[in-house]
């Protein structure tokens, strides 16, 4: 049961704040997003975990992921320490992977090189990969990644309703047909309301059944999909 007067509105509102002092003396904007594969809502301190964000979310092989991991303890050969991951990262395949997301070009920042030792230290005890997310792994990604806001942002619209009737519906259709693009399920679906198609595509998208290509253009009635299953 939730403390008196502690209402979910004030608990994001609490997120907010934490998530703004902690960017330090750094001007970089803050994403208030909702994500289809885990169900919630993550507050993204910088663009550069916004972009991080899209590519866990659109990625097909990612069965989910958590944002504000808790701190682990860590040791760099000199000090224990507590630090922060950015993300803790589960694949399909069950594979784990902890991810750190820095600005930078290098694999390794010397500022930080004690901070990525301790981590990389620990991410070897837990048996699982720890990756350095910089700007040579994001640049290539921002054009399609930021594509995927439109598109999620319908998911977003529907995210409190399941709408089972319109998702068996259109992956009946998808099933059918194989391949197409989008204004043709529309069309197909006319008994529902087209936000609520789009919405429930995404999800399907999201899930793997469908994919989305948004490598030339972006989301609209003349993307095209295929079916995967």
């Not at 694999?107 to 981590?119: L, Y």
């Not at 999800?203 to 993307?223: H, M, P």
Request: charged share 20%; glycine share 6%; with cysteine.
């Amino acid at each position: 049961m939730a403390s008196p007067g502690v209402t979910p509105q004030s608990n994001q509102r609490s997120n907010i704040k934490k998530a703004y002092a902690a960017r330090g003396r750094g001007l970089g904007n803050l994403w208030l997003v909702y994500s289809v594969k885990t169900k919630s809502s993550w507050i993204l301190p910088s663009d550069r975990q916004l972009i991080h964000w899209l590519c866990l979310e659109s990625n097909p092989e990612v069965e989910s992921f958590d944002l504000a991991p808790k701190q682990i303890i860590s040791h760099d050969g000199t000090e224990t320490r507590a630090t922060e991951l950015d993300a803790i990262v589960i694949f399909k395949n069950r594979q784990v992977q902890w991810h750190e997301v820095k600005a930078g070009t290098n694999k390794k920042e010397p500022s930080n090189q004690s901070q990525f030792n301790a981590q990389a230290a620990a991410a070897s005890k837990e048996h699982v990969e720890y990756k350095i997310i910089n700007d040579t792994y994001l640049k290539p990604k921002v054009r399609v990644a930021l594509r995927w806001l439109k598109a999620l942002g319908y998911a977003d619209i529907i995210k409190d309703h399941q709408h089972t009737s319109c998702h068996r519906a259109l992956e009946n259709i998808v099933k059918t047909q194989l391949n197409g693009n989008i204004q043709q399920l529309v069309l197909a679906l006319e008994d529902f309301d087209s936000s609520i198609v789009l919405g429930v595509l995404v999800r399907l998208a999201i899930a793997g059944i469908v994919e989305l290509n948004l490598e030339k253009s972006s989301f609209g009635l003349q993307t095209r999909w295929i079916y995967h299953g």
